[in-house]
């Protein structure tokens, strides 16, 4: 048995840099960085960019449910689930404005398995994004 494994999902989107989406480790497993973007396409759910690749506008909402739904397919793919998610790092872009809608839409999909869980605001993230998670599961 493996012990060190780097996992990739082919329904997830494909990283932006050289990682993988997660690495097992014994029975934990470690995602890197995981967004709403889209597998095959710059798509990125909810987000309305100028002809710059600056953001226009957004949908916190929209992008709270394609980064949970990422994490699913990687979790999934990697043989563990999402209730067994022990610890979720959470990256936003403006905790003023999305702190609430997120909050909301993060006990939607947590009220059966509730994860330690960090809140963080950033300034920005590699991609034109308002969220990203960090997750550790169990497997």
């Not at 999402?82 to 790092?89: A, M, Q």
């Not at 959470?90 to 609430?100: E, G, I, Q, W, Y």
């Amino acid at each position: 048995m493996n012990t060190n494994e780097l996992i990739n999902s082919p329904k997830a989107p494909e990283p932006v840099g050289l990682y993988p989406h997660a690495r097992k480790v014994g029975n934990l497993l470690f995602l890197s960085g995981v967004g709403p973007r889209e597998r095959g396409s710059k798509k990125i759910p909810g987000v309305e960019l100028d002809e710059t690749g600056k953001i226009i506008s957004y949908d916190i909402e929209t992008q709270c449910h394609s980064v949970f739904n990422n994490v699913k397919y990687i979790l999934e793919d990697a043989g563990s689930g999402w209730d067994k998610l022990i610890d979720v790092t959470v990256f936003l872009t403006n905790m003023k404005s999305d702190f609430a809608a997120y909050n909301k839409i993060y006990a939607e999909y947590f009220k059966d398995n509730q994860p330690c869980r960090t809140t963080i605001e950033i300034s920005s993230l590699p991609t034109p994004i308002a969220i990203e998670l960090k997750c550790i599961a169990v497997i």
